[in-house]
């Protein structure tokens, strides 16, 4: 829930990394969902000034995540030392209110998310941990090219994490109001890390957004999803390799995941395609026998070949560019991040990764 780094410049950063979410909540992502999903259009956002905030308020509003805090048996010490040195940071609300609203079509996205360099990198990285990876995966059924993937979007293999004080991004956001509940709920889960002892305050940094690590996570999803991966009793996704890839094929693996399968492929769809039938909502599957009777053919033209497994059609440029019929783990990795572009991208870089 997926960010997992995006644009602590603008677009650089927002095309580097994306993270892990929960299907009830924003995308953790919440840098770069808006770019690639197909939602719908949401009204400009509000500001402090619009909603009655002024920053000069920010100490106040403090107080009361203290109390909160409190009343959800957050220790004093924990409180004192995690709010100690909390600001409003600015640059946080600049960016949460200039998220880019689909200003590219997919393959400008993937051109720029999946570099040659990128794949190079990623399959040295593939070949360098492939023990570790393949015994992640035997043990949850996540193919180790998905992890890998993973990490290279999120995190650019753990190179771009985020400086942000954690504490301060999401006090700040939460303050901000458009997300209210959402951030400080993740704030109240940042908190319990540090309750915990599962690192230090002056440690807990990551993205504006408030999502952390090589994996990017955000706070709920670390305390739901981290994973020990070497048994040392610690789950440390900013420093741990062995970390990282179990916590994100624990994500998957609890988030439905289907032991090797595969995420989905290019396809073309006839001219009068009924654009009701496109989406991954639950109704709208069908058999790719039922989908080969409705017209829908291989990239290169051929026909689908009879199958009774379950897929859905995505068109994330609205029938303007390409076409795809993805399957269940598809819609899993959309769990991590709700963007047709995202789960694409991730598709296709472990698509590169295994070849």
């Known amino acids: 829930m997926k960010t997992p780094a995006i644009c602590l410049t603008v677009i650089a950063f927002m095309l580097s990394s994306f993270s892990a979410t929960s299907a009830e909540e924003p995308p953790q992502s919440l840098e770069n969902a808006p770019i690639a999903s197909k939602p719908e259009a949401k009204p400009a956002p509000a500001t402090l000034a619009q909603q009655g905030r002024d920053p000069a308020e920010f100490p106040a509003y403090v107080e009361t995540l203290k109390t909160q805090a409190r009343s959800q048996g957050i220790s004093d010490n924990t409180i004192n030392s995690a709010f100690a040195n909390v600001h409003f940071v600015d640059r946080v609300v600049k ?14 996205y993937l051109a720029r998310v999946i570099t040659p360099e990128k794949i190079e990198k990623a399959r040295e990285q593939y070949q360098k941990h492939k023990t570790e990876l393949n015994r992640i995966s035997k043990r949850t059924g996540v193919q180790s090219q998905y992890i890998v993937a993973l990490w290279a979007m999120e995190s650019h293999f753990g190179e771009i994490q985020g400086k942000e004080d954690i504490i301060s991004a999401l006090a700040t956001l939460a ?13 109240m889960a940042s908190l319990k890390i540090l309750d915990q002892g599962l690192i230090k305050p002056e440690e807990l940094k ?4 408030g999502a952390m690590g090589q994996s990017q ?12 991966g070497d048994g040392d009793g610690k789950i440390d996704i900013w420093t741990n390799i062995s970390d990282v890839f179990a916590s994100t094929a624990n994500y998957l693996q609890k988030e439905g995941w ?3 399968g595969s995420w989905g492929r290019e396809v073309v769809i006839p001219n009068d395609f009924d654009t009701a039938l496109e989406g991954t909502k639950t109704n709208q599957s069908k058999t790719v026998t039922q989908w080969k009777k409705l017209g ?19 068109t994330p440029d609205d029938n303007l560019g390409r076409s795809f019929l993805v399957y269940n783990n598809f819609r899993t990795i959309m769990h991590w991040n709700r963007s ?6 991730i598709g296709t870089m472990a698509d590169a990764i295994a070849r």
């Open 95 to 108: 960016s949460d209110q200039n998220q880019l609203e689909k200003k590219i079509m997919l393959d400008e």
């Open 175 to 187: 303050f901000e109001g458009r997300r209210e509940a959402f951030f400080t709920k993740e704030l």
């Open 206 to 209: 990551g993205s504006w957004a």
């Open 217 to 228: 996570f955000m706070p709920t999803s670390y305390l739901h999803y981290g994973a020990d």
């Open 258 to 260: 289907k032991a090797g």
């Open 296 to 314: 829908v053919t291989l990239k290169d033209g051929k026909p689908l070949h009879a199958s009774n497994r379950k897929a859905w059609i995505v």
């Open 340 to 345: 047709y572009y995202f789960a694409i991208s």
